[in-house]
């Protein structure tokens, strides 16, 4: 099932779902619901995760901005497909 590049599209587009319901409740002024606070926790931990993408996905040669922005939005549900080859770097 992880092997496939559909399940890696299902759990991008739920995340990006949850990023922009998300985005709703900040534009409605509730930054304390718990959704938009996990929601910027996973951001910052997508962003710490992104030496570790460029290591693992180091010889693939990845762009650098394909790298940066897939890592930040997707996290490991981006680098790990991609050093499967599913994904394009």
């Known amino acids: 099932m992880t092997e ?3 399940f890696w599209m299902v759990n991008n587009a739920a995340l990006l779902a949850f990023y922009m319901i998300a985005g709703v409740l900040v534009i409605d002024g509730r930054l304390d619901h718990w959704a938009v606070i996990l ?9 710490l995760e992104i030496p570790l993408a460029m290591k693992i996905l180091k010889e693939k040669q990845p762009s650098l901005g394909r790298l940066v922005m897939g890592t930040v939005l997707f996290g490991f549900t ?4 991609a050093k499967k080859g599913l ?3």
């Open 87 to 89: 994904y394009k770097v």
């Open 78 to 81: 981006w680098w790990l497909p």
């Open 4 to 6: 496939t590049k559909q």
């Open 39 to 47: 929601a910027a926790l996973i951001l910052v931990a997508h962003v």
